[in-house]
């Protein structure tokens, strides 16, 4: 499909850009060519240029590891208290940390990697979800396709890239050795990677039948495996001068992708593309840039769903309690079948944008109860109760029992509250009157819903996994009996 491309620059710099790796740290509990009409507009961002391969590819050395750690004192838990009904117990998998070691840029590191895996080896399924720990202190594309990724047996690897404030605090008799200096994430990445991938007797994944692994993030995290996938991907090889990573997806972010010769996803969110900070990159089949650029319909820039800051709500709007982690899921599991099996995913729309922000304050071309249109389609803009609308910001006045994590940053003019508000979407609930428009009662919305997700599982745009999810909360709504507006 042609589009029509239309200036946005004075658009762009009237909202401002706020950078995706400057956003605050969220707090961890129990922790102590798409189509784009209307129908277009152009978005931000010069397009990609190809790669030059300005250094010879050299094969990485490999991180030395040591024995699992398991002490002195608790282990750092990064990953967000899960629910009972969904957490590790309840998958069985276990979590193991180790220390590693090795040098960058001729200066020694020591950081850790945590693996997430099947308590049982024989339900490992030979893929590995790796990722740079977000400065949150948490893995975040592992917690939001935890469901899908511990159902199917893929190990999650994080990767300590960083050291965050208070992280060595937490226990120094066990971390005050870690020793992770300026500049060498990207060496640090290669060289786990490439301990994982060998066959090395102290490879703490040693003897599991390894086929692929991916490299991910999220917003800040994002950065780091763009970074790598830019800088290091092609010139930082395993033996045979093989990728060590299978392919990337970087997610809530947007940057050019460089050809590459594994798969990307990339999936910004409605607030990248709000920013004008979306992606005008054509997808690419071509050999040594394959790319899908995958944007989900009401889904924010974090899981405000989830996220223990955003309990009770900060924001002016009602916070967005839209379902990331079952889309994140379908873009994950694209990609591994693409690096896997060889299974090409289709391609997607993109949001349709229609720089007309004075009728309703949007760059996005909205549907006639507020959702975007065009991106790929979900039950909860299809079939819907309410939209999902960017940005959201701190409420007026600032709420005065807001999660400790905000009260704590409440200091020196800082304004987290508005700060973490502005990452999320916010949802508007559709009125009796346009719910009557809709639906004839309750039962024809279950019906309804149960019918999109149907179809959408048949497009390839849903999971068959969290059809129980969708269609459970549609049948637990609070159906308004009002007849008024």
């Known amino acids: ?55 010879p590819m050299v094969v990485a050395p490999l991180a030395t590891p040591s024995p699992e750690v398991t002490g002195p004192g608790k282990f750092f838990e990064t990953l967000m208290t899960l629910k009972p009904t969904d957490d590790l117990a309840h998958f069985g998998y276990v979590t193991k940390e180790y220390f590693v ?28 979800l790796a990722e740079s720990m977000h400065p949150s202190g948490n893995p975040w594309v592992f917690h939001f396709t935890h469901v899908y990724s511990m159902t199917n047996g893929v190990i999650g690897l994080e990767i300590l890239t960083s050291t965050p404030a208070g992280f060595a605090a937490a226990n120094p008799e066990r971390y005050k050795d870690l020793v992770i200096p300026n500049g060498s994430a990207n060496d640090i990445i290669a060289q786990v990677g490439a301990l994982i991938k060998s066959k090395r007797a102290d490879n703490p994944l040693n003897g599991l039948p390894l086929r692929k692994m991916i490299l991910t993030g999220s917003s800040a995290s994002a950065g780091v495996a763009f970074n790598y996938l830019s800088d290091a991907h092609m010139v930082q090889r395993q033996e045979g001068l093989k990728p060590i990573y299978d392919g990337f997806m970087p997610t809530s972010a947007n940057q050019q992708i460089p050809p590459i010769d594994v798969p990307t996803i990339l999936v910004p969110t409605q607030r990248e593309v709000f920013q004008g900070n979306g992606t005008m990159q054509k997808d690419n089949d071509m050999p040594g840039s394959q790319l899908r650029v995958f944007e989900f319909a009401g889904m924010a820039h974090i899981d405000s769903r989830d996220a223990a800051a955003y309990y009770p709500d900060p924001c002016k709007m009602p916070i967005s309690r839209f379902p990331m ?70 409420a007026e006045p600032r709420i005065p029992n807001p999660h400790p994590f905000i009260a704590a940053r409440r200091v020196n003019g800082a304004d987290p509250d508005d700060q973490l508000c502005g990452l999320a979407n916010y949802e508007v609930s559709l009125t009796p009157a346009q719910l009557r428009k809709l639906y004839k009662d309750k039962k024809d919305y279950v019906t309804k819903v149960q019918q999109s997700y149907d179809a959408l599982v048949k497009q390839g745009w849903a999971l068959p996994l969290f059809r129980d999810v969708v269609v459970g909360e549609a049948m637990n709504l609070k159906w308004p009996t009002t007849s008024s507006n």
């Open 1 to 55: 499909m042609t589009r029509k491309l239309l200036p946005i620059a004075a658009i762009v710099a009237a909202i401002g850009v706020i950078t995706v790796f400057a956003q605050l740290p969220i707090p961890v509990p129990g922790q102590n060519d798409g189509q784009r009409g209307q129908r277009g507009g152009q978005r931000g961002g010069a397009p990609a240029t190809p790669a030059t391969q300005s250094k």
């Open 101 to 128: 070691s090795g040098t960058s840029n001729g200066q020694p590191y020591k950081t850790r990697i945590v693996i997430r895996k099947p308590s049982d080896d024989s339900k490992f399924n030979g893929l590995i």
């Open 325 to 394: 982690a079952i889309y994140m899921s379908v873009a994950l599991d694209y990609l591994f079948k693409w690096v896997d099996k060889g299974m090409t995913p289709p391609h997607a729309d993109r949001f349709y944008v229609d720089l007309n922000t004075e009728n309703d304050g949007s760059m996005f071309a909205l549907d006639e109860f507020g959702n975007v249109k065009g991106g790929i389609r979900t039950t909860y803009v299809d079939v819907p109760v309410k939209s999902f609308r960017t940005p959201n910001q701190g």
